[in-house]
């Protein structure tokens, strides 16, 4: 079944490590998102990518890194640098489309990150 | 630049009545896509609707509607007889198609729904 894998669910870290977590997908879609979501808040955009190889800067894209070098996978790095890291990560994907054409927006399960 | 606004924060209604969620949406874009997904507890975000910017038709499914209007730049969601199950964060969502191509939420709204 085509779908997004986020792996893994939970997640713990000492604090200072980097820690990067996994997105998959096998939808054949061009773009890819990365969203962090804390308690009671939206979802905030971290980093997204339109093509391989390529990728923007979110509204909250500091002390995160993330490479695009697969179509399929986008993994998201949380480093040292990121004061708050404790959140849920969402990774999702959706497709580019032509005029009248649908596109949808597909989401993993998310990784509840904790850092100690 | 993409906006989504999402004024309500938290509604709490007694089930069995109906309730709306508001979205209003910015984009220079002709070309978008607006969407509203479910939270539930668990976590995982539960894909509702995609309408496009040239598909102005309002949608029913079951007790759920969708109002979509480009003249206010609205997308809102109505739950007619609410039951306790509607219990979730909803979000609504814009994804552009333009020159930058960008998936952005709104801040959600929480929904409770009492028996």
């Known amino acids: 079944d085509g779908g997004i894998t986020q792996s893994p669910k939970y997640l713990f870290r000492k604090e200072g490590q980097n820690v990067t977590l996994s997105c998959e997908q096998n939808l054949n879609h061009d773009a890819m998102y990365w969203y962090r979501q804390d308690p009671g808040q939206g979802l905030r955009l971290i980093y997204y990518s339109q093509i391989v190889n390529d990728f923007q800067k979110g509204d909250i894209a500091e002390g995160y890194s993330v490479s695009r070098e697969k179509k399929e996978s986008f993994p998201l790095t949380v480093t040292s640098a990121q004061k708050n890291p404790t959140a849920f990560y969402l990774c999702?994907?959706?497709?580019?489309?032509?005029?009248?054409?649908?596109?949808?927006?597909?989401f993993g399960q998310g990784t509840r990150l904790t850092v100690v | 630049a993409q906006k989504v606004t999402q004024a309500q924060t938290e509604i709490s209604v007694v089930e069995k009545e109906d309730v709306t969620l508001d979205c209003v949406y910015e984009?220079?874009?002709?070309?978008?896509?607006l969407f509203w997904y479910k939270q539930p507890p668990s976590g995982e975000l539960v894909f509702l609707i995609r309408?496009?910017?040239?598909?102005?038709q309002n949608e029913i499914s079951g007790r759920y509607s969708w109002n979509f209007q480009k003249s206010t730049s609205s997308f809102n969601f109505t739950i007619t007889a609410s039951q306790v199950v509607d219990s979730a964060v909803y979000f609504c969502?814009?994804?552009?198609?333009?020159?930058?191509?960008?998936?952005?939420f709104g801040k959600g709204t929480k929904l409770t729904v009492n028996p």
């Open positions: 969502a814009l994804l552009t198609q333009g020159g930058s191509e960008k998936l952005v």
């Open positions: 309408r496009n910017s040239f598909d102005e």
């Open positions: 984009t220079r874009d002709t070309t978008y896509y």
């Open positions: 999702a994907s959706s497709m580019r489309g032509e005029k009248l054409t649908g596109t949808e927006a597909f």
